[in-house]
């Protein structure tokens, strides 16, 4: 997320990924430091299953979307199960042996997530409106951020229309490219 609370820059979809400038928010990830190294080793060895809503999985499954060098975790191209919170299906889908649609909703999407994740993570990657959606619903326990030293000005935000919630800090790591924070949602 950049400091002016974006997850996008303006302008995001399957040709222009994060949007506009948004490619800065992943610096962390694509080129990481040692800190960021250890941040995407725990999250991805923790991770179970992964929720994302229709609009990220049009992003991932697109022509420049994952592929066998860069997925989930960045250069790490994990597998994780992945399941996406959708109203109707795509026709075709590139990566369709990684992805499993749910049509009956995001708490359904979470529920089969830690079903399949069993004692491992259930990661909620985005977008911010399946966030949004989950915090809502207070389907979310823990909340990690990757803050981004960048100010994208407009794009997709993370948080607006959010209800109240009331955070408690848990960890916190620096690195060059990210400050890597951790909440329990309560």
């Known amino acids: 997320m950049s400091l002016d609370g974006f997850v996008t820059g303006p302008g995001p979809g399957p040709e222009n990924g994060l949007g506009d400038g948004g ?8 080129r990481p430091d040692p800190v960021d190294s250890d941040v995407l080793d725990e999250t991805v060895a923790a991770t179970g299953a992964v929720i994302m809503g229709r609009r990220l999985f049009d992003i991932v499954d697109g022509p420049h979307g994952w592929n066998d060098e860069m997925g989930y975790g960045a250069g790490r191209a994990a597998e994780p199960p992945v399941l996406v919170v959708t109203r109707t299906p795509p026709g075709h889908v590139r990566l369709a042996g990684r992805m499993t649609f749910v049509i009956d909703g995001l708490a359904s999407a979470i529920a089969k997530g ?17 966030i ?38 848990v960890h916190v790591r620096a690195s060059g490219q990210a400050t890597h924070l951790t909440y329990l949602v309560g």
């Open 114 to 130: 830690a079903a399949i994740a069993g004692d491992r993570d259930v990661v909620i990657m985005g977008g911010a409106q399946v």
């Open 23 to 30: 490619e800065a928010l992943h610096t962390w990830a694509l």
């Open 132 to 169: 949004r959606g989950a915090l809502d619903a207070r389907l979310v326990h823990e909340l990690r951020l990757h803050l981004a030293p960048v100010l994208l000005g407009a794009g997709t935000p993370l948080f607006t229309a959010a209800h109240s919630r009331r955070l408690r800090q």
